[in-house]
């Protein structure tokens, strides 16, 4: 165990990103301090350690900021060796950041237009989510969880859509669709949400469904999907 | 030296993505068997090997394909261990991955989309150029790798390659397009520094195409965006990379730059 006053995370309840996060130590039984911040008015703190991109998370060990959440996650299991939660082969890594890369870019991008947009844009943009699903469902075909038997990396990467997916299709009036047509994605979801690690540490879902609800209202840029 | 039969790399010469994996593999002295792509009109064997983004650089090792230059480079650092290219302190790959990030997610589509553009749109899109590189001046006068020759130290690593290979874009792009001023040397000092050194090394100049083919390249695209319809923004869909980037298939008739890979 690490004592807490060396690693401080900062984050805000209702991040994905944050949550990849707290669900990458949890899993490696860091101690950490976390410190919530309000968007709405950024800590003097936050805008000293990401003076760049102004978001959350960002981990603060020793004194030293890391910031985005994919760049803290091999940050964290470089510096913390048990429980590791990158593969070893150098191409099983590849695949793990390859599908990393395409959640966070490609899924993210989709799952945003399909929630802020209207009509025909946001008809696209699920038409377009369900492709990327559709690749996503097949590469857990004979497999529990991406890494494998266990969750590891490019779970984490992609969790945020097992529960924030969701979350989204509420607010925003939309179906996704993936129980009836992507069955190996719809039981990752489920497995996944039933890890304890998981399970502990996931924003109270009505809470989370009314902020993206009054988020979507406001229209806003203020981005809390952080990196 | 290392022959690799097992070892293709598909690319187009005018892209920056595939230059970085093209150095990378110089500076490790591993040989490969390269493939030219004609990107308006992709092989079986690209589409094959990289279904989900269609794009150039692919590195087959072993029948199996790596996309993605960053992850590729990765592998290859992780694969071959000679000559590293990313650091072993793991808070300076953390801080290295951020700045490769920055490099592709805000200074190339701003690079980008100066190309793609004119009057209004250009220009903020300078001024969003000359902020991120302002971003890095700094890093380089009071940052992290402050008093470095290279980002990567004494000798270049991973961000040099990344940013570097892009970064010869922005001269040939300045006299393409008279007015604009991308790196201006007394703005940038230590921007402008790193560039001339990394642009001296002799495998970049092995690996980078003449300047009066670069020139030659981007004048002719510069043309054709001009004479293609704009949108209501002012800018043309197809070629940023961005935008490139959003659809999975790039349009056949107008030919990226920089920007038909990631």
Known sequence: MVASAAVRLFGMWASPAVRRVEWALKLKGIEYEYIEEDLSNKSSSLLEFNPINKQVPVLVHNCNPIVESLVILEYIDETWKENPILPVDPLERAKARFWATFVDVKCREESRKAFFMEGEEKEKAIENLQVQLKALDEELEGKKFFSGDHIGYTDLAVGWMAFWLGVAEEAAGFKANYDVKFPNFSRWMKDFLAEPVIKDNLPPREKTVEFFRAFKQLGSCTKVNQK | ?262
């Open chain 2, 1 to 262: 030296m290392e022959k690799s039969s097992s070892l293709k790399l598909f690319g187009s010469w005018a892209s920056s993505y595939t230059h970085r994996v093209q150095l990378a593999l110089k500076l490790k002295n591993i040989q490969f068997e390269y493939i030219e792509e004609d990107l308006s009109n992709k092989s079986e064997a690209l589409l094959q090997f990289n279904p989900i983004y269609k794009k150039v650089p692919v590195l087959v090792h072993d029948d199996r394909p790596l996309v993605e230059s960053v992850i590729i480079l990765q592998y290859v650092d992780e694969v071959w261990n000679n000559r590293p290219i990313l650091p072993t302190d793991p808070y300076e790959r953390a801080v290295v991955r951020f700045w490769c990030h920055f490099a592709d997610d805000k200074l190339g589509p701003a690079v980008g989309v100066v190309f793609a553009s004119s009057g209004d749109v250009q220009k903020a899109a300078v001024d969003q150029v000359h902020e991120n590189l302002a971003l890095i001046e700094r890093e380089l006068r009071e940052g992290y790798f402050k008093g470095r020759k290279f980002f990567g130290g004494d000798s270049i690593g991973l961000l040099d390659i990344v940013l570097g290979c892009g970064s010869y874009w922005l001269a040939v792009f300045e006299e393409v397009m008279t007015g604009v001023k991308l790196v201006d040397p007394e703005a940038f000092p230590l921007f402008h520094a790193w560039l001339r050194e990394f642009e001296s090394l002799d495998e970049v100049k092995e690996t980078i195409p003449a300047v009066d083919k670069l020139l030659e390249y981007a004048k002719a695209v510069r043309a054709m965006l001009l004479g293609h319809c704009m949108g209501n923004t002012g800018v043309i869909e197809t070629a940023t990379p961005a935008t490139a980037a959003a659809s999975a298939t790039t349009t056949a008739s107008v030919p990226d730059i920089t920007v038909d890979s990631s």
